[in-house]
């Protein structure tokens, strides 16, 4: 059977739990999901426009909801393309539940925004703040998949700090267009 990019690693090639059973699909799909939350809130925050933070938190959701469906879905075309068999009504369902830490990557994002929307602060605030802890989130995935994998600390802190680049990006792109 060929080698596919989530084959898991050989048996006691890297320790268990949650991370360290696949570390590169967390960090792929929650990379993905902590920059799309990024970007959204960056661009559904309009400097003068009318704050609407819970029409915001439903956007940036469904925005999730769709990509990690339609991930999950280019899964099943792309087996089905490679010849390796037709996709079973349960497989194409599990390929797209098997996108949760995409959507799950953007909760916090959206529960500022509700909180915003909740009265408990300004949009501003909550999408400024949201952006600054995506960033944190976006160090903290990618240095806990390097050392799940296996790397050092000192290794896994240079992947954190390049995939934080990734919030800074966001962070800069929005303060330059508004």
Known sequence: MPAHAGSCPAEGAAPKGILRR?????????????VLASALVAALDVP??????GQDALWVLLTALTSGAAHGYAHV?????????????????RAVLAEWPLIAAVLPTVVML????GG?????????????LNTVLLFAL?????????????SSCRAGLLD???GLVVIAADALIE
């Open 48 to 53: 003068g426009g009318e704050a609407n933070p």
């Open 114 to 117: 509700l909180a915003a929307a």
């Open 22 to 34: 696949r570390p590169e699909r967390w960090l792929f799909k929650g990379i993905y999901g902590l």
């Open 164 to 166: 934080m680049l990734l």
């Open 142 to 154: 990618g240095t806990s998949a390097a050392r799940a994998a296996g790397l050092g600390r000192l």
């Open 77 to 93: 075309i792309a087996q089905r393309a490679s010849g390796d068999g037709a996709a079973g009504a349960s497989s194409r369902l």
């Open 120 to 132: 408990w602060w300004a949009e501003d605030t909550a999408a400024g703040t949201a952006l600054v």
